[in-house]
C-alpha cells in the first residue's frame, strides 16, 4: 500500500477518536454535570478518556506533518504546483556560455539548467 492512503486513514481514524471523546463530553456528560453543578463527572471522564484522547491527538499531530512532507515531497518532485513549490526547487544554474547538459539542447520548461543557455 502506498504511504499517502495509508497516512491519511490513520489520521482520519485518530480524529475521529479524538472528535468522538469531545462530542460525548460536550453532549453526555457536561450537561449532567452541569445541572448537579458538580465537576466530578467531568474529572472522572477525564480520568478515563485523556490517554486515549491525547494519544490520539499526538497520533494526528505526527501523521499530519508526515503527510505535509509527503505533499511537499511531491511538489517539489514535480516542480510545484502553478509555481508553488518554485522557491524550494533547487536548481542547477550554468554559466550561460556553456553547452546545456539536456541532449538535443533545451525544448521544454522542466530543463535543470534554468534559465536556459541561448544557442
Known sequence: MAPFPFLVIVHALAA???TGGHLVLD????PRALRERSAERIRDFEAIFEPLGLTALAI???IALAIAFVVVGALIRLGGV???AGPFVL?????PNSPCPVEG??????C????????
Open 82 to 84: 502553478l509555481g508553488w
Open 16 to 18: 475521529t477518536v479524538w
Open 91 to 95: 536548481r542547477r544554474r550554468m554559466d
Open 112 to 119: 535543470p539548467c534554468r534559465p536556459c543557455p541561448s544557442p
Open 105 to 110: 539542447g533545451c525544448r521544454t520548461t522542466s
Open 60 to 62: 494526528q499531530v505526527i
Open 27 to 30: 453532549l453526555g456528560v457536561l
